[in-house]
Structures are given as C-alpha cells and as structure tokens.
C-alpha cells in the first residue's frame, strides 16, 4: 500500500514565525504536491515537484515556498506565518506515469495548522 | 476561473436511495476524471475515475457517468449508506504528467 505520511497532525504556530511541514512517500513516486484545503474552497494547489530540487507554482503560492532535497520527502515552508494560513495542510505523491488510474495522487492525513 | 464546478455545497439523501452528486468542467482538454471521498480530519482517498473515452464507468455502488458534450460528469451511490457520508471532490487532469484540478467539494449526509 502506499503510504504518505505528515509529520504533525495538529500543529498551533504564532504568527511571525517559520513553519516547516514535512511529507514523506513510501512508494517511490516522482510527483510530489501540496494543498490547502479551506471551508467553501475545496483544494488549492500550492506547490508540486515533478522531480528532486525541481518544484512549480501551483494556484496559490504566495507566503509558502518547498524544498524537495530527496525523492522521498517534500517540505512546505512558511516563511512567517500569518493568520490567514491557519488551515488543513495536505500532501500528495504520485508517479510520473501509472499502468493503473491515469494521474491518480495518493494523499496523506492532512496537518491542521493553527496561526495565533 | 473555475475550471471544475461543483454547483451543490451539500446534499442530503435517506439510507437505501440514490446519491448523485454532480460535477461540470470547462476546459475541453481534460482527458481523465476521478472521485475523491474525504471524511474530517483525514487525507482524500480515491473512489472511481473515468477515462474520456468512456461514458460510464462502475464499481460496486458506485457509478460515475461522463457526458462530454455537456461537460458534465456525476457520481452515482446505490445504495447508500450511513458510512457514505463524507465530502466528495471531483478532479480531472489533462493528457501528461499534470496536476489534478479540483472541485470545491459536496458534502453528502446519509440519513439512516
């Protein structure tokens, strides 16, 4: 089974300071993404990486940038957190070609960030 | 702008009858179409999807239709079930190693 895991599943910062949300796949996949997902918004892409150092902009990435040092693992960095990025914070992988359903991500359970 | 709508914000439905949950599209170069199901404090998990070349798709309860010349596509459960009760997203994506494009979400309650 793949496995996508987030390093905190609740996480309460204080606005001003440096977030860093972790991401790591088990199942050796080349696309990597971030997403926010907010009451009445649905999911917004924030950043995807197709490739190690690679990463593209997704839909809203303004505040946040990422880091994908190792294939396995993609960060999400708040560089100074504020309110308006208290959230549900989820990850996915995906790889770059499957046999089974065409593009399908494969998500993890999410981080609820909280910006006081 | 939008480019995968989900019109309804919620919906409700009596166990044992029908859901179906709608979804529409604008951008004609979507080429594959997937279901997600999300309940609170967990990550999405893939339910069905759908390759343009077909028109319907199913397995077990769950049915998805696709109508291309309208740009719609809806997500059938029969029956359904308490357990069903989740957020439901629909997504498509198009030809290549592209991102999936989200709809906002419908919320189905299953009244048992």
């Known amino acids: 089974d793949v496995k996508v895991t987030q390093s905190s599943r609740y996480l309460v910062k204080r606005t001003g300071e440096k977030v860093f949300l972790e991401c790591v796949q088990d199942m050796d996949h080349e696309n990597m993404f971030w997403y926010r997902q907010d009451p009445g918004l649905g999911l917004r892409l924030i950043y995807f990486s197709y490739d190690v150092k690679m990463k593209e902009k997704g839909d809203i990435p303004e505040g946040y940038s990422v880091s994908r040092e190792k294939k396995e693992r993609f960060s999400l960095i708040l560089e100074s957190a504020s309110t308006n990025q208290t959230s549900m914070y989820l990850c996915?992988?995906?790889?770059?070609?499957?046999?089974?359903?065409?593009?399908?991500?494969?998500f993890g359970p999410g981080t609820r960030l909280t910006v006081l | 702008d939008q480019q995968v709508k989900q019109n309804s914000p919620s919906l409700s439905v009596q166990e044992g009858r029908i859901s179906i949950l709608n979804c529409d599209y604008t951008n004609s170069m979507f080429d594959y179409f997937l279901w997600y199901k999300k309940y609170p404090a967990e990550g999405p998990t893939f339910l069905i999807s759908i390759s343009s070349i077909k028109d319907k798709n199913e397995d077990g309860r769950f049915t998805v239709f696709l109508n291309k010349s309208a740009k719609h596509l809806s997500l059938h459960i029969v029956p359904s079930q308490p357990g069903d009760s989740a957020v439901y997203f629909c997504a498509a994506s198009e030809v290549g190693n592209t991102p999936l494009v989200f709809g906002k979400g419908t919320r189905l309650s299953v009244i048992a």
């Open positions: 996915a992988s995906s790889p770059l070609m499957s046999s089974g359903p065409y593009n399908e991500q494969f």
